[in-house]
């Protein structure tokens, strides 16, 4: 009874912790896109690193706050965390960030109902993929005028494998982060109260490159739960499949990241985790990002 009681607040602590995740981040790009409330791709990418502090802040404690499925399977192969609890958690992350999705429609639905009017935008047509970029991810990322001016002509400014290739990469530096920030071995890592501000970091540079490519998902729960929504609220097959289909929208948003985040925590393990002194551990290493 104690293991299930303790597997519960887990599972709430990532939904919650997830919700906060994309409810401000998301949330910014509703802003940005809708009410031209935030300028500049960067004042984007530091709600996003924000979210990931407070939401780490708000459960670390309780589940680890992965908020991030490639994370907990990255977790799972390198850090000893258990194989049972992989899918209640990815499937509270999900759901944290649906719900999250939810609340942000709630809010913005006459401002992206008048955005639509006065750009004259059908939602569910090929047109409508600026508004549904706020809740799922496309490549080229849709609200930069480079690209959108590039599409007009039929050029395609980020192919697939640019896209693959960004997501893998941008998610592997993530993971490398998380593990060298939460490995008790490392004497450089800063102390506990300030970890989560520094994961935060990593994620603010990263959407600040990675997202002006492909919006830099490097979290399948935070594209496929708002997604979800964005197919059920009106966007149809522009949110799912996607316009580019099926199997492009899975491998650049959930194959890449995860098996960045592998392969990063693999390259921190074998590289520099393995080099870390041995006598300076005192204690296990942390499995929570």
């Known amino acids: 009874m104690h293991q299930e009681s303790r597997l519960r607040s887990c599972a709430i602590a990532e939904c919650l912790g997830t919700f906060l995740l994309v409810f401000f981040g998301c949330g910014s790009v509703h802003a940005a896109v809708t009410l031209d409330a935030l300028q500049g791709g960067w004042q984007v990418a530091s709600v996003w690193g924000f979210a990931v502090t407070l939401a780490i802040y708000a459960v670390g404690n309780i589940s680890g706050a992965h908020i991030n499925p490639a994370i907990t399977i990255a977790m799972t192969c390198w850090r000893g965390f258990p194989r049972?609890?992989?899918?209640?958690?990815?499937?509270?992350?999900?759901?944290?960030?649906?719900?999250?999705?939810?609340?942000?429609?709630?809010?913005?639905?006459g401002s992206i109902a008048e955005y639509e009017l006065q750009n004259e935008i059908a939602r569910g047509s090929?047109?409508?993929?600026?508004?549904?970029?706020m809740y799922g991810e496309y490549h080229p990322n849709p609200t930069i005028r480079l690209h959108s001016a590039a599409a007009d002509s039929n050029r395609d400014t980020v192919g697939f494998g640019a896209a693959v290739f960004a997501e893998m990469l941008g998610t592997a530096l993530l993971a490398f982060c998380v593990f060298a920030l939460t490995d008790r071995r490392n004497r450089a890592r800063p102390g506990?109260?300030?970890?989560?501000?520094?994961?935060?970091?990593?994620?603010?540079?990263l959407v600040a490159v990675v997202g002006p490519v492909t919006q830099a998902c490097l979290n399948p729960a935070r594209d496929f739960g708002p997604r979800i929504f964005a197919a059920l609220a009106g966007w149809g097959e522009v949110a799912l499949p996607g316009p580019r289909g099926l199997f492009d929208t899975l491998a650049v948003y959930l194959a890449?990241?995860?098996?960045?985040?592998?392969?990063?925590?693999?390259?921190?393990r074998e590289l520099v985790g393995a080099a870390q002194p041995a006598e300076s551990t005192g204690a296990k290493s942390d499995t929570g990002a």
């Open 84 to 109: 049972a609890r992989v899918p209640v958690y990815i499937g509270s992350q999900l759901a944290g960030a649906f719900l999250a999705a939810c609340c942000l429609y709630a809010i913005f639905s």
């Open 126 to 133: 090929p047109e409508s993929l600026v508004t549904a970029a």
């Open 192 to 205: 506990a109260s300030l970890g989560p501000f520094f994961i935060g970091a990593t994620v603010a540079l």
């Open 256 to 268: 890449a990241p995860v098996a960045g985040a592998v392969l990063g925590g693999l390259v921190y």
